[in-house]
């Protein structure tokens, strides 16, 4: 059964940092393009990053504006894990996180392009 999961959110102050994780079980990540999004209360869904299926070098990371020079993707593929790190966070950063897969190995910030979801993981930004 696929399946994913994220982790590693929580409360943190401005300018605080996290790093999310999206374990992924049933299926090897690699071969998938991955993308976190995120969505705070009353608002759509939007992109944050992405990156595409390795291809032996890793894949290659995409970012929002909002969050770029702040938040870094990458893969482990041992561990079959993408996280997401995020530094100097703001309050604006306040949403429920997700990973989602790409069976297309393409990055995009559109969630139509996307099929598995982890149920989410809460990220607040607060002093």
């Known amino acids: 059964q696929v399946q994913l999961v994220e982790s590693g959110g929580g409360l943190v102050q401005p300018g605080g940092s996290l790093k999310l994780s999206c374990a992924a079980s049933?299926?090897?990540?690699?071969?998938?393009?991955i993308g976190w999004f995120r969505q705070a209360p009353g608002k759509e869904r939007e992109g944050v990053s992405c990156i595409t299926s390795s291809g032996g070098s890793g894949g290659t990371p995409y970012y929002a504006d909002s969050v770029k020079g702040r938040f870094t993707i990458s893969r482990d593929k041992a561990k079959n894990t993408v996280y997401l790190q995020m530094n100097n966070l703001k309050p604006e950063d306040t949403a429920v996180y997700y990973c989602?897969?790409?069976?297309?190995?393409?990055?995009?910030?559109?969630?139509?392009?996307?099929?598995?979801w982890g149920q989410g993981t809460q990220v607040t930004v607060s002093s």
């Open positions: 049933g299926f090897t990540l690699e071969y998938y393009a």
């Open positions: 989602a897969t790409d069976g297309s190995g393409l990055c995009s910030m559109r969630q139509v392009t996307y099929d598995d």
